[in-house]
Nanobody
Framework: QLVESGGGLVQAGGSLRLSCADSRRLFSNNAMGWFRQAPGMEREFVAAISWRTDSTYADSVKGRFTISRDLAKNTVYLQMNNLRPEDTAFYLC?????????????????WGQGTEVTVSS
């Protein structure tokens, strides 16, 4: 089971750190990703990290967001800095079916419930 936490309300320019806990220790050898979905919008890729901690980002968050993972804690993090109102969305973490990070939604087989992020202007 993947459990996200860390969402909330923040002013533009602020920071949040999202966490995704793999409570059953199922995905240590899988790539992990973060996606987000704003109201009325398609779910979009944000960031992903491979089992070897190679990372990839959407252009819209590159330089502002950092994905990392702590294998000892079975947790993946998304550090979000310099947040913008357009980052407002429901953020979900997911486990890739492979060890290598993908940017497409179809590569991910297991999803958490998500956490809401709201950035005020």
């Amino acid at each position: 089971q993947l459990v996200e936490s860390g969402g909330g309300l923040v002013q533009a320019g602020g920071s949040l750190r999202l966490s995704c806990a793999d409570s059953r220790r199922l995905f240590s050898n899988n790539a992990m990703g973060w996606f987000r979905q704003a109201p009325g919008m398609e779910r979009e890729f944000v960031a992903a990290i491979s089992w070897r901690t190679d990372s990839t980002y959407a252009d819209s968050v590159k330089g502002r967001f950092t994905i990392s993972r702590d294998l000892a804690k079975n947790t993946v993090y998304l550090q979000m800095n310099n947040l913008r109102p357009e980052d407002t969305a429901f953020y979900l973490c997911a486990a890739d079916r492979s060890p290598y990070a993908h940017t497409t939604r179809g590569a991910y087989t297991y999803w958490g419930q998500g956490t809401e992020v709201t950035v005020s202007s």
